[in-house]
């Protein structure tokens, strides 16, 4: 299973894809606004960065053919970005185009298995389902994450499935017990799961009983 940061930070990704844990990026509008740069700048850092992973980047055009033109640019910026469409009705086409001219999809804000069905029939590369946003609204998120795992999977689609709007330890958890392909998280999620308490208390009970020793070299 993959793990994707999900930022336009490129401090954080750097510390994290250099530490071999993180295998790509997505990014978003929101993201990028608040790093204070240049958009295409700042990705085209990323994708530096990230030289053997991928980055998902959104289109920011409203209307399918401004997402056509738009998506294509976003794909030329670079060999590993993966562009980011909603995965909405009105852009069907414009995404069925897109993967037949091999550009590679991100279908974003997924909320339903049809969509997540549609958009593996468009051959998109990544589907992401929307953990957080699901549960907002009263939806199971990660039962949805399931059943879309068992059709992406039981049917041998190309589509990956990506977790994403992962906001909790839990959720994360849940998402890599689950089968997801992908999982993308915020940093502080990351971060955080990689920590426990019985860690600190192991090391420390670890160099409390070496200083015992009075060694003063090793080995």
């Known amino acids: 299973m993959k793990i994707?940061?999900?930022?336009?930070?490129?401090?954080?990704?750097?510390?994290?894809?250099?530490?071999?844990?993180?295998?790509?990026?997505?990014?978003?509008?929101?993201?990028?606004?608040?790093?204070?740069?240049?958009?295409?700048?700042?990705?085209?850092?990323?994708?530096?960065?990230?030289?053997?992973g991928t980055v998902s980047v959104e289109v920011t055009e409203q209307e399918p053919e401004a997402i056509y033109?738009?998506?294509?640019?976003?794909?030329?910026?670079?060999?590993?970005?993966?562009?980011k469409i909603p995965c909405h009705v009105d852009y069907f086409p414009v995404i069925n185009k897109l993967s037949a001219e091999d550009v590679a999809i991100n279908a974003t804000l997924v909320f339903s298995l049809t969509q997540a069905l549609a958009a593996a029939k468009l051959g998109v590369t990544y589907i992401s389902p929307f953990i957080g946003r699901c549960n907002d609204i009263g939806i199971d998120g990660i039962d949805l994450l399931g059943q879309i795992c068992h059709v992406m999977h039981g049917h041998e689609f190309d589509s990956k499935v990506l977790a994403a709007s992962l906001r909790t330890v839990h959720q994360?958890?849940?998402?890599?017990?689950?089968?997801?392909?992908?999982?993308?998280?915020?940093?502080?999620?990351?971060?955080?799961?990689?920590?426990?308490?019985?860690?600190?208390?192991?090391?420390?009970?670890?160099?409390?009983d070496w200083q015992k020793l009075g060694v003063k070299q090793f080995p």
């Open 172 to 208: 994360l958890q849940e998402a890599i017990d689950t089968g997801a392909d992908i999982a993308t998280v915020p940093v502080a999620v990351l971060e955080k799961s990689l920590t426990h308490p019985l860690l600190t208390v192991g090391i420390e009970r670890f160099n409390r």
């Open 4 to 52: 994707f940061i999900d930022t336009a930070n490129l401090e954080d990704i750097k510390k994290w894809y250099e530490a071999g844990i993180v295998d790509g990026v997505t990014t978003n509008p929101t993201h990028l606004s608040k790093e204070g740069a240049s958009p295409k700048e700042q990705i085209m850092k990323i994708c530096s960065i990230v030289a053997k």
């Open 69 to 83: 033109r738009q998506a294509k640019e976003i794909a030329a910026l670079a060999g590993n970005v993966v562009v």
